[in-house]
């Protein structure tokens, strides 16, 4: 039991489609990360919450968008994604923002077509 | 620019010996480390930290060591077991930022660990 569920664990998508991933966590944490992991490079911040407020956006693509409706959820939308963003896509939380460490989930597998 | 780097991919040790996993980092800012072990198709979990504050810090087999002027951290596991097969990542951070802290990843080292 991590703590940090993310569904689904592996999806394949076309370039064209749009789809969810979901993030739930049952720590009562208040801040909330999205990472991405590409093979053979360390794991990238994309996008943090805190308090269900986006405090930080690294650069991300347009085609990725979050939305965290409170403090245990967040989703990350996608649509018209490229094949380079076939990739390891891990959730975490942690009790606030800079409130080390932080817990993950188990990922979600993404391949795109 | 990669600011924190383990240079080795991969480490094989053999059950009961000491396993040593490395870790640089360029950005002096940085005060606080953390390790984190990565078994395949699950999340990080997280293993042990330690501030600059400190040289050293110990947690039954792991034990994690600093030396702030080379900039330079190890983690060692004694003894080492084949349970402790993994992806081993270092990750650093300024402490004590709040405002747009986040944890900044190497990446990582598969240790295996022979019976």
């Known amino acids: 039991e991590t703590g940090v569920t993310q569904t689904p664990r592996h999806l394949v998508m076309g370039m064209t489609n749009k789809k969810s991933l979901k993030c739930e966590q049952h720590l009562g944490h208040n801040a909330m990360y999205w990472y991405k992991q590409s093979a053979k490079k360390p794991l990238e911040l994309m996008f943090v919450y805190n308090f269900k407020e986006q405090t930080e956006n690294n650069s991300v693509p347009s085609r990725f968008s979050p939305e965290c409706p409170n403090s245990s959820h967040l989703f990350l939308h996608l649509h018209t994604l490229q094949p380079e963003d076939s990739a390891l896509y891990l959730c975490?939380?942690?009790?606030?923002?800079?409130?080390?460490?932080?817990?993950f989930g188990d990922g979600t597998r993404l391949s795109i077509l | 620019d990669q600011q924190v780097k383990q240079n080795s991919p991969s480490l094989s040790v053999q059950e009961g010996r000491i396993s040593i996993l490395n870790c640089d980092y360029t950005n002096s800012m940085f005060d606080y480390f953390l390790w984190y072990k990565k078994y395949p198709a699950e999340g990080p979990t997280f293993l042990i930290s330690?501030?600059?504050?400190?040289d050293k810090n110990e947690d039954g087999r792991f034990t994690v060591f600093l030396n702030k002027s080379a900039k330079h951290l190890s983690l060692h596991i004694v003894p080492s077991q084949p349970g402790d097969s993994a992806v081993y990542f270092c990750?650093?951070?300024?402490?004590?930022?709040?405002?747009?802290?986040?944890?900044?990843f190497g990446e990582g080292t598969q240790l295996t660990v022979n019976p």
């Open positions: 330690i501030s600059s504050i400190k």
């Open positions: 975490a939380s942690s009790r606030t923002q800079g409130v080390w460490p932080q817990h």
């Open positions: 990750a650093a951070t300024e402490e004590e930022e709040t405002s747009g802290s986040r944890l900044t």
